[in-house]
T-cell receptor, first 115, second 114 residues
Framework: QKEVEQDPGPLSVPEGAIVSLNCTYSNSAFQYFMWYRQYSRKGPELLMYTYSSGNKEDGRFTAQVDKSSKYISLFIRDSQPSDSATYLCAMRQGYSGGGADGLTFGKGTHLIIQP | KAGVTQTPRYLIKTRGQQVTLSCSPISGHRSVSWYQQTPGQGLQFLFEYFSETQRNKGNFPGRFSGRQFSNSRSEMNVSTLELGDSALYLC?????????????FGPGTRLTVL
């Protein structure tokens, strides 16, 4: 079993729809959870990160973490064609304070927003 | 502020050769991490350098190595290349302290091994 599971898609939705992207994980030591967006031929771009369980909202994006279920979600409201990209979840264990530890990534979900 | 830069962007090598990739972090960032991205395995952590010291290492063979210079620029080296080393190699930089959670990625170096 992979540490982080993510449906590769593609997930195709019409413009304006609410998009739900999800990851499950097996390592209960993960405490920090991130979502990255990656356009073709580009490096990943951090969208948002959360610590432990709970919700976090940033504009049209909402991240949810349920540690009891080992399940995280990213919701995109009022989706736009420019949101078409691969979305990667990432997570890591406790933070040492001196630098960034390695992230464990899902394989990414390819999202297509149809105009 | 300039982003993370990686050179070269594309590289073609043959089996058995070695290769060196370069990464210049965002100004002021002292932590540099390297990742390998392939369609089959996704993004996998290689190693992380902070203040010229390797702090963390992923599960890759010793053929993969790296270093960081006093100006925080980093290089990674792959010796005795294998076909399976064909991948996008990504570098990410971050600040020290709690801001280290936010890693900023470069565009990557696309390595093809023939």
């Amino acid at each position: 079993q992979k540490e982080v599971e993510q449906d590769p898609g593609p997930l195709s939705v019409p413009e304006g729809a609410i998009v739900s992207l999800n990851c499950t994980y097996s390592n209960s030591a993960f405490q920090y959870f991130m979502w990255y967006r990656q356009y073709s031929r580009k490096g990943p771009e951090l969208l948002m990160y959360t610590y432990s369980s709970g919700n976090k909202e940033d504009g049209r994006f909402t991240a949810q973490v349920d540690k009891s279920s080992k399940y995280i979600s990213l919701f995109i409201r009022d989706s736009q064609p420019s949101d078409s990209a691969t979305y990667l979840c990432a997570m890591r264990q406790g933070y040492s304070g001196g630098g960034a530890d390695g992230l464990t990534f899902g394989k990414g979900t390819h999202l297509i927003i149809q105009p | 502020k300039a982003g993370v830069t990686q050179t070269p962007r594309y590289l073609i090598k043959t089996r058995g050769q070695q290769v060196t990739l370069s990464c210049s972090p965002i100004s002021g960032h002292r932590s540099v991490s390297w990742y390998q991205q392939t369609p089959g395995q996704g993004l996998q952590f290689l190693f992380e350098y902070f203040s010229e010291t390797q702090r963390n290492k992923g599960n890759f063979p010793g053929r993969f190595s790296g270093r960081q210079f006093s100006n925080s620029r980093s290089e990674m080296n792959v010796s005795t290349l294998e076909l399976g080393d064909s991948a996008l190699y990504l570098c990410a930089s971050s600040l020290a302290g709690t801001s280290g959670l936010e890693q900023f990625f470069g565009p990557g170096t696309r390595l093809t091994v023939l």
